[in-house]
Nanobody, 123 residues
Framework: QVLLVQSGGGLVQAGGSLRLSCAAS????????MGWFRQAPGKEREFVAA????????NFAESVKGRFTISRDNAKNTVYLQMNSLTPEDTRVYYC????????????????WGQGTQVTVSS
């Protein structure tokens, strides 16, 4: 079992930056691929970014490429999502997720989820 606890998020003006953190407890964090998803009210949860267990392989949604980065610190059992050049369209609830296996972009591939954190970007 993996328990994921998120922190960060909040309100920021357009063009600003935020960093989300996701701390994992449980065994073998370093063997899990970690992902970030986001969801708007009434919409499907969508993929944002993912990183392989070693941190060398990453994947990003087209909508965030060049603006968001994902990283992990296996010594701290934590994955980060650095979000730059934020726009109001990035306003969502953001979720981190973990899966045992390679990087994946579909939410059904992930086994464990964080509690979600609201990111609001004002214009």
């Amino acid at each position: 079992q993996v328990l994921l606890v998120q922190s960060g998020g909040g309100l920021v003006q357009a063009g600003g930056s935020l960093r989300l953190s996701c701390a994992a407890s449980g065994r073998s964090f370093s063997t899990y691929a970690m992902g970030w998803f986001r969801q708007a009210p009434g919409k499907e949860r969508e993929f944002v970014a993912a990183v392989r267990w070693g941190g060398t392989i990453t994947n990003f949604a087209e909508s965030v490429k060049g603006r968001f980065t994902i990283s992990r610190d296996n010594a701290k059992n934590t994955v980060y999502l650095q979000m730059n050049s934020l726009t109001p369209e990035d306003t969502r609830v953001y979720y981190c997720a973990a899966r045992y296996g390679p990087v994946a972009t579909t939410k059904s591939a992930y086994d464990f989820w964080g509690q979600g954190t609201q990111v609001t970007v004002s214009s």
